[in-house]
């Protein structure tokens, strides 16, 4: 498929659609995450209820080294932040979020600051808080076990993750 003139601007691809065929495809993905995503990086996770944003966290805990398990959905006003060995993962579910002075509330310039990548679940809840140099992941529900994924990257700094998955 031909790339776009937007696509290409910027001299290299910005954009790529991974296919997951099940949950266990999800750990090749995600390892080339942790070995390619700039630090800091910034993840902003779409997709509707169930689409996986959560369950893609997890899976980037678990090659990151930390306990997948400990990866759950953050409820309002909390951020929970999971330390690896040389890593510390920011997950944060802005869904029930009401407006921007909730962000002071739960602490949350000082967690991103804290952070080495954050993964923010319905990121639409902070639109003007979104810092505009980040990776925009898209997870879409293909069939109960199936997923496409598209990561676009916004800013140069996360071009070079995309590039990696061959986009
Ligand atoms: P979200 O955080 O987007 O609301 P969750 O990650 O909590 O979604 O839930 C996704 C559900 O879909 C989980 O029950 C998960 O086991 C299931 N699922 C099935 N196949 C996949 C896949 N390929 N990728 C991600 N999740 C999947
Ligand atoms: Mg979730």
Known sequence: ?????????GGSPREVTVHVPDELALAPLARSL???LPRPA???LHGDLGAGKTTFVKAIASAA?????MVVSPTFGLIHEHHGTDVTI???DMYRLIGPDDLHEIGWHDALARATWAFVEW????ADAL???????????DSPTARSIRLAS??????????????
Do not use: C, K, W, Y
């Not at 916004?154 to 986009?167: E, P, Y």
């Open 1 to 9: 498929m031909p790339l776009t003139n937007d696509q290409h601007r």
């Open 131 to 141: 810092p505009t140099d980040r990776l925009d992941v898209t997870i879409s529900i």
């Open 65 to 69: 080294g930390i306990d997948p398990a």
């Open 42 to 44: 910034f993840v902003a």
């Open 90 to 92: 920011l997950h944060a």
């Open 154 to 167: 916004h800013g140069s700094r996360h071009h070079a993750t995309v590039a990696s998955l061959g986009g």
């Open 34 to 36: 942790v070995a390619t």
């Open 123 to 126: 990121p639409e809840r902070i």
